[in-house]
């Protein structure tokens, strides 16, 4: 069996069949979709015994046709503005100037929000739906090649026995910590919703088959996503850190240069490679009317997870920064005798600064970054919309 280097045996398998996992399930989903819909037709709801499904049948049939009544009166009322402005009575003129703006903006909402009563096509969803799983996969492949092969050269090669098998345990808790929230999503927004705002071609009243298959696409991506997130967690175990320092270590850096620069790159690159996925996902989704704060929640949570893990390798960083202390107090009971070993100084120093503020001040800085991307994204509007409904 194939083993890429600094990875347990067994771990990129199941990277390869979560990935699989999502071409088998999607592409049978798309398959049926296509057979029991077509690309760009409009599906409607069913009406089954599914008590859920009739009633959010009604629900969306009662909105569209309040909504179409609402436009047909909207256009009337523009008719009724564009004609006073041509009319060449200056009041009616004036008046209507004042009116137009706020009477077309108006009518664009409600016509936004008329797409939430119509379920979104095939054409509509899938293609972004695509881009963003190709974007996760290889960012995710890349993010945990890359992870591994630092690891190797800096911490050695994997661990073996029990401590290097623990992956399998940590590798299921992410794929459970990560699928679970979108099983409850699936299934508060889809199955258990009465007024339900958004209705694609996946959902489960409009398809129950093609809703199941999406979730096994969900548990593929989770796979995927496990991948990069196993490696680093174990990485970044305290069983992993250097438990001795030599003061007179080639490197100046009493032999703990290299494991300092691996968790000084993955206490920052993990949050750029689940943000900038994170961020280009939820800008796709920026514009579809009918989203919910439910869709967003399982994205922050991810969000939320990889911060531990870059947390995980900052506290390793602290702990090195107080084995430091302890060796170097070890040189000497004086000042005079320590000074007088000429130990190298403190290795932290380059990640997390020699003053306590000044690592704040460096995560202070990304956050800022990371705030004016998703901003210029504009999916600050977006998630600020969604906390206040």
């Excluded at 090649?145 to 299921?172: D, I, K, N, Q, Y």
């Excluded at 990889?306 to 506290?315: D, F, L």
Aim: hydrophobic letters at 50%.
């Amino acid at each position: 069996m194939y083993v890429p280097r600094g990875e347990p045996r067994g771990l990129f398998w199941l990277f390869v069949a979560g990935v699989l996992l999502v071409v088998a399930a999607l592409g049978t989903a798309t398959w049926l979709g296509l057979s029991t819909q077509g690309w760009n037709a409009n599906p409607s709801v069913l009406d089954d015994d599914c008590g859920t499904c009739k009633t959010q049948k009604e629900d969306l049939e009662s909105r569209a046709a309040k909504l179409k009544l609402t436009i047909d009166l909207g256009q009337l009322r523009v008719d009724q503005i564009n004609l006073a402005l041509v009319s060449g009575n200056a009041p009616s003129a004036f008046l209507a100037r004042l009116a137009k703006e706020p009477e077309e903006r108006s009518f664009e909402e409600t016509e936004r929000l008329q797409k939430t009563a119509t379920v979104r096509s095939m054409s509509e969803e899938l293609p972004d739906l695509l881009v963003s799983l190709a974007l996760i996969v290889l960012v995710a492949l890349a993010t945990a090649r890359a992870a591994a092969r630092h690891g190797e050269s800096a911490l050695g090669p994997w661990p073996a026995g029990p401590e290097g098998g623990r992956w399998r345990r940590v590798h299921a808790c992410w794929v459970a910590i990560i699928f679970v929230p979108d099983l409850v999503r699936e299934i508060i927004t889809s199955v258990l919703a009465v007024h339900k705002d958004w209705f694609g071609w996946t959902s489960f009243c409009v398809s129950h088959e093609t809703w199941g298959l999406m979730l096994v696409v969900y548990l593929g991506m989770d796979m995927v996503i496990a991948y990069p997130a196993t490696i680093l967690w174990c990485q970044g175990s305290a069983t992993r850190r250097p438990k001795t320092l030599d003061p007179s270590h080639v490197d100046g850096r009493w032999g703990v240069e290299g494991y300092l620069l691996f968790v000084q790159t993955w206490a920052y690159l993990p949050l750029f490679c689940v943000v900038l996925p994170t961020c280009v996902s939820l800008a796709m989704l920026r514009d579809v009317p009918g989203v919910t704060t439910a869709y967003l929640v399982p994205a922050l949570l991810l969000v939320a997870n990889v911060a531990v893990v870059s947390g995980r390798m900052i506290w390793n960083a602290i702990q090195v920064r107080l084995l430091y202390r302890r060796s170097l107090k070890a040189l000497g009971s004086t000042w005079a005798q320590i000074r007088d070993a000429d130990a190298p100084p403190d290795p932290t120093v380059p990640f997390l600064g020699d003053n306590w503020w000044k690592l704040p001040a460096i995560l202070l800085g990304g956050a800022s970054s990371l705030w004016l991307m998703v901003d210029a994204l504009g999916i600050r509007e977006m998630v600020m919309s969604l906390v206040r409904h």
